[in-house]
């Protein structure tokens, strides 16, 4: 059974970082891509960025490309770096797997709430 | 551009059938993918590639797809089927995700 779990939400400042962190388990780590998602509250999906786990390489939506880096750890853990925060990234953050259609998020965590407010 | 537009709202009578549409100039060369939010609940995908249900997937639902437009059909709607519908898709590179805005199934 795969499993994502995400952490590291947070009330926080404007104009302070924040990582959140995304842990799998269930199936070897590095096999497939992972995205990250977020809703902000009352609003629908957004996607945010994708590592390609055989490139190494992530890729970024233009609302958060600059601002946010996604990295990961030689183990099973995945990373989204946030950076001068601000208001509109108060959201539920979720990480998402990539399926072997190439184009499907087939398993989500349950997300972790970021709440950016002074 | 890589853009995915969907209704705000469809509404039908338990069931009817309930048609959700997304359209996207990038559809005809990637995969249409549909998800539904129940509220307070992560999304679940219900279609992907186009046409193909994932295992747990109600047969009341299909996915289909004419050039640009992607259609989440879902035959004899039921009170439960009231949620949010999200498409998505990745460019044919896998280096840009897209929702559509989504969709508010009511069922009444």
């Known amino acids: 059974q795969l499993y994502l779990v995400e952490s590291g939400g947070d009330v926080v400042q404007p104009g302070e970082s924040l990582r959140l962190s995304c842990t799998v388990s269930?199936?070897?780590?590095?096999?497939?891509?992972i995205h990250w998602v977020r809703q902000a509250p009352g609003r629908g999906l957004e996607w945010l960025a994708v590592?390609?786990?055989?490139?190494?390489?992530s890729y970024y939506a233009d609302s958060v490309s600059g601002r946010f880096i996604v990295s990961r750890d030689n183990s099973n853990t995945l990373y989204l770096l946030m950076n001068s925060l601000n208001s509109d990234d108060t959201a539920l953050y979720y990480c998402?797997?990539?399926?072997?259609?190439?184009?499907?998020?087939?398993?989500w965590g349950q997300g972790t709430l970021v709440t950016v407010s002074s | 551009s890589f853009d995915l537009t969907q209704a705000p709202s469809v509404s039908v009578s338990p069931g009817q059938t309930a048609r959700i549409t997304c359209s996207g100039n990038?559809?005809?060369?990637?995969?249409g993918n549909w998800y539904q939010q129940k509220s307070g609940q992560a999304p679940v995908l219900i279609i992907y590639?186009?046409?193909k249900r994932p295992a747990g997937t109600p047969e009341r639902f299909s996915g289909s797809r004419s050039g640009t437009v992607a259609t989440l059909t879902i035959s004899g709607a039921q009170a439960e089927d009231a949620a949010d519908y999200y498409c998505?898709?990745?460019?044919?590179?896998?280096?840009?995700?897209?929702f559509g805005g989504g969709t508010k199934l009511t069922v009444l």
């Open positions: 590592m390609s786990m055989a490139e190494t390489i």
């Open positions: 990038a559809l005809p060369h990637t995969f």
């Open positions: 998505f898709s990745t460019d044919p590179n896998g280096q840009r995700g897209m």
């Open positions: 998402a797997k990539l399926g072997t259609g190439r184009t499907e998020l087939d398993s």
């Open positions: 590639e186009d046409i």
């Open positions: 269930g199936l070897p780590f590095g096999t497939f891509d």
